[in-house]
């Protein structure tokens, strides 16, 4: 299910522009970290929508627990987990894919040829 604020216009990706601090001097922390941080808030949120689901459905007398383990999806079903699947591993990979269009577009003829020079030097 998309938000009301997604629904009503084209999917567009934007990216904060400029260097981002760092805080830990291994390559690729930062980003983990970050990546860690994305998993723990969506999980929060699940975990609260779940507590509240099961919740409901206790004060309403439903098994929701049964209910859950025989559904069995259509497919309109299985294209809004999959879209809501791929907006969540967007989020997951941006700062991955910010820095992979960052360097793409940095990338120089010039700096390819000296790379290629360096390594063959080695």
């Not at 309109?76 to 360097?103: H, I, P, V």
Request: no cysteine; hydrophobic share 40%.
């Amino acid at each position: 299910m998309m938000s009301e604020t997604t629904d009503n216009r084209p999917h567009v990706i934007k990216d904060s522009r400029g260097k981002r601090p760092a805080f830990y001097a291994a390559e690729g922390l930062d980003n983990l970290t970050s990546m860690v941080m994305v998993l723990a808030s969506e999980l929060t949120v699940l975990r609260d929508r779940l507590d509240a689901a099961e919740r409901v459905a206790k004060a309403n007398g439903i098994d929701l627990a049964a209910g859950i383990d025989a559904l069995e999806l259509d497919e309109d079903a299985l294209r809004s987990r999959e879209s809501w699947r791929q907006g969540f591993f967007d989020r997951l990979f941006y700062l991955a894919r910010k820095e992979a269009n960052e360097a793409a577009n940095a990338e120089t003829r010039e700096s390819y040829d000296q790379t290629i020079e360096d390594i063959a030097v080695k």
